[in-house]
Structure formats: structure tokens, C-alpha cells
């Protein structure tokens, strides 16, 4: 009798054990659909409010959204790379302005790629990055640093700008002050003017020098 017992609370335990698991895989696939329910109103939702956010961009002027960035004024835009992504930009303020979706370490080591493969040519145009990096400041615009929706500005400026830079969420901006050569400065200036005149009176006077002595002479 002991035994039938015991094996049938041992059957009920079997039992409970797989209605519980049965009705935990339920819940588990309920829970998982919610979630999958949750994530698509999510998404939804952010998207709403990505579009709203792009229909209230006004940028009539990409230069000058670019050099808003850092507090410069962009005249015009230089070199164009795709490989690294790269544009240079020139300013008022006597400095480089580089843009790149490219993290510093990252840039800096594709440049040095293709200023090694250029070889004695690339030494003819100025380095993208300058030729002294400790003078260079980077400044990183971002979702995180600027507010959400950033990136929204930065693919309609990149549609301005004619690159495609889709799903960038991040720009860095690389500050290079331009290096003005010095002219060399000529050992002796000439004032050819002044040169001739002293010429002409000296000459002159020679002249008058010389009439006087054959007057003398023929008296």
C-alpha cells in the first residue's frame, strides 16, 4: 500500500512538474510576442518622430551649418576624399577644416596609407591632417553630444554636400591652422627710380665738370 502511494505522489509530481513547464513555455512565448509587439511600436514610434524631425531641418546653407559646428566661417569647400571619407573645408579664421565620419587614430592611419602609396608625389600637396599634429584640435559632434536626432542633420548635409554618408551618427571635425610661408627677403632692395635719377645728376655733373675744365684749357 506504502508503495502505490509513493508511486503515485511521484506520478502527480511528474505531472505538476510538466504542466508547469507546459504553462511557463506558454507564458514564455506570450512574453515573447509582447516584446516583439513592443519593439515594433517602438521602432514605429521613433520613426514618426525621425521624419517629423527632418521636415523641420532648415539648412539653406551647408557651409555654414558645417562651420556652426566648431564656430568658424567655411568659404569653400577643398578636397574631396572617399577613401578615407574626408572633406576639407576653408575658412576665414586661417584654419583647415577637415570633416570625417573617421574617429582621429583612424583617420590619421588610412591618410598615412595613401600618403605612403603617393610616394615622392604626395610630398607636393599639403598632408590632409597637416604636417603637425600637435597642433591640430579635433572636436566630435554626435547623438550624444549634440541631441538624438543629429544624425538626421548629418545625412541632409551629407546630401548637400554630395557624399553619401548614410547611417552616421558621428562627426569629427579636425581644426588645422594653415602654415604661411615665409618669402625670402632680398639682401639689397633697389629702387630703380631713385637709381636713375642719381645716374642722370651724376652724369650731369661730369659734364658740366668736364665743359668747365676745356673752357679752361682752351683760355
Not at 65 to 79: F, K, P
Not at 116 to 126: F, I, M, P, Q, S
Not at 157 to 168: D, E
Request: glycine fraction near 6%; avoid cysteine; aromatic fraction near 8%.
Amino acid at each position: 500500500m506504502i508503495d502505490f502511494f509513493a508511486s503515485l505522489t511521484v506520478a502527480l509530481i511528474v505531472v505538476m512538474t510538466v504542466v508547469i513547464f507546459i504553462s511557463n513555455q506558454r507564458q514564455a512565448g506570450i512574453m515573447k510576442q509582447m516584446r516583439f509587439v513592443l519593439e515594433d511600436w517602438y521602432q514605429a514610434q521613433m520613426r514618426d518622430r525621425r521624419e517629423s524631425y527632418r521636415k523641420e531641418i532648415l539648412m539653406p546653407d551647408v557651409l555654414q551649418w558645417i562651420g556652426s559646428q566648431v564656430n568658424l566661417t567655411v568659404v569653400e569647400m577643398g578636397r574631396r576624399l572617399e577613401n578615407p571619407q574626408a572633406l576639407e573645408f576653408l575658412t576665414t579664421e586661417g584654419v583647415r577644416l577637415i570633416v570625417s565620419p573617421l574617429p582621429k587614430n583612424k583617420l590619421r592611419s588610412e591618410v598615412r596609407k595613401i600618403e605612403r602609396k603617393r610616394g615622392k608625389v604626395a610630398k607636393l600637396v599639403e598632408p590632409l591632417l597637416g604636417s603637425r599634429p600637435g597642433r591640430m584640435q579635433v572636436v566630435e559632434r554626435s547623438n550624444q553630444s549634440v541631441h538624438e536626432w543629429f544624425e538626421v542633420e548629418i545625412e541632409t548635409a551629407a546630401q548637400k554636400l554630395g557624399v553619401n554618408w548614410i547611417g552616421i551618427k558621428a562627426l569629427y571635425f579636425y581644426m588645422i591652422p594653415v602654415q604661411v610661408e615665409s618669402q625670402a627677403v632680398p639682401l639689397v632692395s633697389l629702387d630703380l627710380e631713385n637709381l636713375k635719377s642719381k645716374v642722370k645728376s651724376f652724369l650731369s655733373g661730369a659734364v658740366d665738370w668736364l665743359k668747365q675744365r676745356l673752357a679752361k684749357a682752351s683760355g
